[in-house]
């Protein structure tokens, strides 16, 4: 079989506690090491909000909890997966990140996507009818401003003159495009299917991170419409890279009624309890590690290249379960 990357969703879950975040701190540190200690790439979430339409909470801000996962760590990369670009500003964006490039020795992976969720686009300043374009002009403008100085730019949403970024970074950070298939929400706009925009950034960008809110088939058939996409563009799809991510809990047992009934309120926590069991099993790693295993061998088989997988509670020990169960298995 491949040998396959991984990477994992440090659980940088916005819990509050009695002691006034400092236990949550410790678990995302050790974590951190964690994952350093078994090469495996630390990716971390970007939720401005609470967005109960898909998550019953909200995430740390990611490129603070890189920094911090600078520090901490010398040889696995750092990666937003994925950064939501339309709330922010290509400029302080670029400087953000050229500042973790310089403090990380340029491990930093530029993980991006639309987002999805209408109330961070509304407080932010912007609509969600104009993600696309902005996060495309966002992908435009950071390039420019991390390869070049003296950059100019004038797109529809965002317009600057003269201005040079200082550190930048030896080279372009990876850009990794999130996109696919969802199970749509009531009310929200996404829809259960890959859009023609959305294949144009992401071959142009050459990586694909495929989502998880959606079921295993559907990630399977996206990518196919991608490499024939690719095709249609005068792309090679075989350097199109297929990356997944998505949300577990592992349990040692080889107990399938054990391992779902051990999942299920960690699962509820994270991703509150407006969708149903079913719902959450049919688009997450959920169930027994052999089960885990054979969903990722199937996604290997259709060439799968990277994944990244994210615990659903904050214990340090999900990473270890995650070296030992499934790491082992791809390397």
Known sequence: MAKLGFGAWIPTYAWGDDSGGAENARRIAESIRRCEAHGIDVWVIDHLLSAPGLY????LEPLSVLSYAAALTS????????????VRHPVVLAKEISTLCHLSNNRYVFGVGPG???????????????????????IE???????????SYEGRYYT?????????????????????????DPGEHDVPVIATTVMDRIVKAGHWL????????????DWGQLQAHARKLGRDPKALSFGHCNFTHLVETTREETALEESKAPFFRTMGAHRS?????????????????????????????????GPVTDDPGQIDLLARHIVRNFA
């Open 56 to 59: 019953g909470n909200a995430w």
């Open 75 to 86: 040889r696995v990369r750092l990666a937003t997966g994925i950064l939501v670009l339309p």
């Open 116 to 138: 999805w969720y209408t109330r961070e686009f509304e407080v932010t300043g912007s609509r969600i009818e104009e993600r696309g374009r902005r996060t495309d002009e966002i």
């Open 141 to 151: 403008a950071v390039t420019l401003l991390l390869t070049r100085p003296n950059v």
């Open 160 to 184: 600057f003159r003269d201005v040079t970024i200082d550190p930048r970074p030896p080279r372009l950070p990876d850009i990794w495009v999130s996109g696919g298939s969802r199970v749509p």
């Open 210 to 221: 495929s989502r998880c809110s959606g079921t295993q088939e559907w990630v399977k058939r």
């Open 277 to 309: 069991w079913e719902h959450l099993q049919e688009c997450y790693m959920v169930g027994s590690i052999d089960r885990i295993n054979a969903r990722i061998a199937d996604l290997v088989g259709a060439g799968l290249e990277y994944l990244v997988l």
